[in-house]
């Protein structure tokens, strides 16, 4: 099987290099933005990051959800956490982010299979 995990972050971060090399100044911004978003406030980084998990679902976009359980997972969330805050997602999205839902659950037991194997 193939490590879902580390081609995405391969592909993610080859990618992003290519973006930010093309200098372009709303895209950097729009980068930043999204950077300091996520960064501790009122809101602690575990609220946030479920906050986009949440938002990510909902939206249907798995790259973004594969980013915010990785996040999730970094910042000491558990799966339990994850799930609760998946439940929602489901709920507010309807039956349609159904199949999003499997690939997370997929992604987050990669993500513990890896911690597991450091």
Do not use: Q
């Amino acid at each position: 099987m193939s490590d879902i995990v580390s081609e995405f972050n391969a592909y993610r971060s080859k990618m992003n290099d290519a973006i930010l090399a093309d200098n372009n100044k709303i895209i950097k911004r729009i980068f930043n933005l999204d950077t300091n978003a996520f960064a501790e406030g009122a809101l602690d980084k575990k609220t946030k990051e479920l906050l986009g998990l949440v938002a990510s679902t909902v939206l249907r976009c798995d790259d973004c959800v594969k980013y915010h359980l990785e996040s999730s997972h970094k910042a000491g969330l558990n799966k339990t956490e994850v799930v609760e805050a998946l439940g929602i997602a489901t709920l507010v999205g309807g039956t349609i982010v159904i199949p999003h839902l499997r690939r997370a659950y997929e992604y987050w037991d990669a993500l513990e299979a890896n911690a597991e194997t450091k």
